[in-house]
């Protein structure tokens, strides 16, 4: 069959090597080789120069990460996929690739604690300016954007807050400036949302999230659309024509992604690469079953309000359906009277797991001020709109009824 004819979950499942297995393998062999052997000076220069696509040293490449990286492509249709070790490295290295002193970002202050904390403090330092305005605001955001602004960027669902901005009026304005609008998707997976469909010009995951297949290991992915006309970028405008999908994938690639050596491991592209075969089911179960356990515990006493998009009422309801459909990924937040009510709720469960991170197989319950956002000043908590009242909630492919039992119990 004709590949263009398949679906994308058939084409994550069926992605062919970039050269044959020797035994035949189903499963892409983990190449734990940090050195890879050349039969000439001449071969080796043509690919330690960008000139032939062999590997060089796994810092740079790796035949089992570049199969991770190739059936993301073939699952999003991203121009170019790079793997990093973590979320936040991508995250990092995405802006070390196309910011420069005396730019400026801008963004919205409902960012998840450790990103904000790259923007407003860590990037500061090396001159990049944080503009934080409220991204579903269009006057405000075209108002902050200037001749020295290296992105919009934001998270499509925020974390803790649950807003969601409208990406396709933000691309246009995006277009309208030459700059690129970069998006946080991990919330939402590329099995169910397609962000370049929507104007998104560079997409930032989490592959720690739903990719891993449950919180088996750290990893983070940034996909180039290449859509974004790099020419009015100072930083990239040299680097356009080059042979590469796009000036921002050389930038990275050739520079970055090497220089700082965030690199994800083979042992974790193996993982990862397994969990992809299985995000759609997975995300699509949990999905499910949070939409159902939000609905099921808005009337229970105990609990004040329950945020999460997709649900009828929401304030970012018809934004969400638009952009998602019925699920707005399988996290959600509700909030009860006070800190201490939150504490003890947390306290009082019994199947539900008291640990950080989302999506994995599991639900989890965090507070995310005393935690996430622990070390910020309450002030400043307070600017983000992070409560002391609030719980996140990740849910898990559990049963529905048995979580919301551990709910019930757990409010007394």
Request: charged fraction near 20%; glycine fraction near 6%; proline fraction near 5%.
């Amino acid at each position: 069959m004709e590949e263009k004819n398949l679906s994308p979950e058939t084409k994550i499942l069926h992605a062919p090597y970039p050269a044959r297995d020797a035994y035949g393998a189903l499963n892409m062999p983990v190449y734990h080789a940090v050195a890879y052997e050349f039969e000439t000076a001449a071969q080796m220069e043509r690919a330690f120069t960008g000139r032939s696509p062999e590997h060089v040293y796994s810092r740079v490449s790796n035949p089992t990460v570049q199969y991770f990286e190739n059936r993301v492509k073939a699952f999003t249709g991203a121009a170019d996929a790079i793997a990093f070790n973590s979320g936040m490295a991508a995250i990092a290295n995405t802006f070390v690739a196309i910011a420069h002193a005396g730019a400026n970002i801008v963004t919205s202050p409902h960012l998840f604690g450790n990103t904000y904390s790259l923007i407003a403090f860590t990037l500061k330092d090396f001159g990049v300016e944080p503009r934080f305005c409220d991204l579903t605001d269009l006057a405000a955001v075209e108002k902050n954007i200037d001749k020295n602004t290296c992105a919009v960027f934001l998270e499509v669902i925020t974390n803790p807050q649950m807003e969601v901005a409208d990406l396709r009026a933000l691309s246009e304005r995006c277009r309208k400036h030459g700059i690129p609008l970069v998006a946080d998707t991990t919330v939402v997976p590329f099995s169910a949302f397609h962000a370049a469909g929507f104007g998104v010009d560079i997409e930032i995951v989490s592959s720690t999230k739903y990719i891993s297949g449950g919180a088996t290991s750290l990893g983070g992915l940034t996909l180039d659309y290449a859509s974004c006309d790099w020419q009015h970028s100072p930083k990239l405008r040299s680097l356009v024509g080059q042979p590469a999908v796009s000036a921002f994938s050389c930038k990275i690639r050739r520079e970055i992604h090497r220089n700082l050596g965030a690199c994800m491991t083979p042992e974790v592209a193996a993982l990862q690469t397994t969990g992809l075969e299985t995000l759609a089911v997975r995300y699509e179960r949990a999905a499910r079953t949070c939409r159902a356990l939000a609905e099921k515990v808005q009337p229970l006493a105990g609990v004040c309000s329950v945020n999460y998009p997709a649900l009828p009422g929401h304030p970012f309801h018809a934004v969400s359906q638009r952009q998602f459909g019925d699920y707005a990924g399988a996290m959600f937040t509700f909030d009860v009277a006070s800190r201490e009510a939150a504490f003890r709720f947390i306290d009082r469960l019994q199947l539900i797991r008291r640990a950080t991170n989302l999506f994995d197989n599991k639900t989890l319950a965090i507070h995310p001020a005393s935690t996430i956002f622990g070390t910020f000043t309450e002030e400043l908590r307070q600017s983000m709109d992070v409560s002391q009242n609030t719980i996140r909630i990740s849910v898990g492919l559990e049963d529905t009824e048995d979580l919301y039992n551990d709910f019930k119990q757990a409010l007394g």
